[in-house]
């Protein structure tokens, strides 16, 4: 046994040449002479400018931030039912907050349609307000496909909700429903209403204090009527020294 004595070694190696030169090789040694001892240096290091960017602060005035959140860069950006703005008096003493647009809004372009929102005009009006009177916002800005904020969008919203309410400055804020009293207060409304909160907001490095009520969303009065007295309450609290 052995190596088999019939091997052309010579073809063999033309052999290897060509499947070289078909690979691109045209030359066997280099053309300068190369110390193939010398320590290789590492290439630079480019650093990645993504990376080292800077991080993203929400906008420092309340009109900047109006317009940042109903833009592209806002979460719902892209989303199938329209995104819909803050409405009322930006400057107002009262701030309300509600949960997501109703079915209605999209059409009417407005906040708090339909029966909902001729609930909620009444319950203005028996605090002696109307729309034109406060400033008025949802937690998200369109109306989610299933009416409800997923939760893996919930904490984004609640960040950019406490940022909106710090930058507007109401003396008060009412929170209609649980997710706004999620969001701010960090409870349910049926858990959370029934005192005068304080939130305490960071506006960079000053803090805020707002005084916050939470209560019943109109849609869910609507749905049990028997709840009426208790928001009526809710309301007399929200309403009480507010004007002295």
């Not at 078909?22 to 993504?50: F, H, S």
Request: proline share 7%; charged share 25%.
């Amino acid at each position: 046994m052995g190596a088999d004595q019939n091997f052309d070694w010579r073809h063999a190696a033309a052999s290897a040449i060509d499947w070289w030169r078909e690979a691109g090789v045209d030359a066997t040694i280099d053309e300068a002479p190369r110390d193939w001892l010398a320590r290789v240096e590492a290439p630079p290091v480019v650093e990645d400018q993504a990376a080292v960017a800077a991080p993203f602060v929400l906008p420092d005035t309340l009109e900047a931030f109006a317009a940042w959140r109903s833009g592209p860069d806002a979460p719902e950006a892209g989303w199938p039912e329209p995104m819909i703005a803050a409405q009322g008096t930006a400057s107002s003493d009262l701030m309300v907050l509600v949960d997501v647009p109703e079915r209605e809004d999209a059409q009417s372009g407005m906040l708090m349609s339909g029966a909902a929102g001729r609930l909620f005009d009444r319950m203005l009006a028996a605090i002696g307000r109307d729309r034109s009177s406060i400033y008025l916002a949802a937690l998200c800005t369109a109306r989610p496909v299933s009416g409800r904020i997923s939760p893996e969008i919930g904490d984004r919203l609640n960040e950019l909700a406490r940022h909106h309410v710090a930058l507007a400055g109401p003396k008060r804020v009412l929170l209609l429903g649980n997710a706004p009293s999620r969001a701010l207060l960090g409870a349910d409304a049926a858990r959370a209403r029934g005192g005068l909160r304080t939130l305490n907001l960071n506006l960079g490095t000053v803090e805020i204090e707002i005084d916050a009520v939470a209560s019943f969303h109109p849609r869910f009065l609507l749905e049990k009527p028997a709840f009426k007295a208790e928001a009526w309450k809710d309301l007399q609290m929200l309403i009480g020294g507010l004007e002295s």
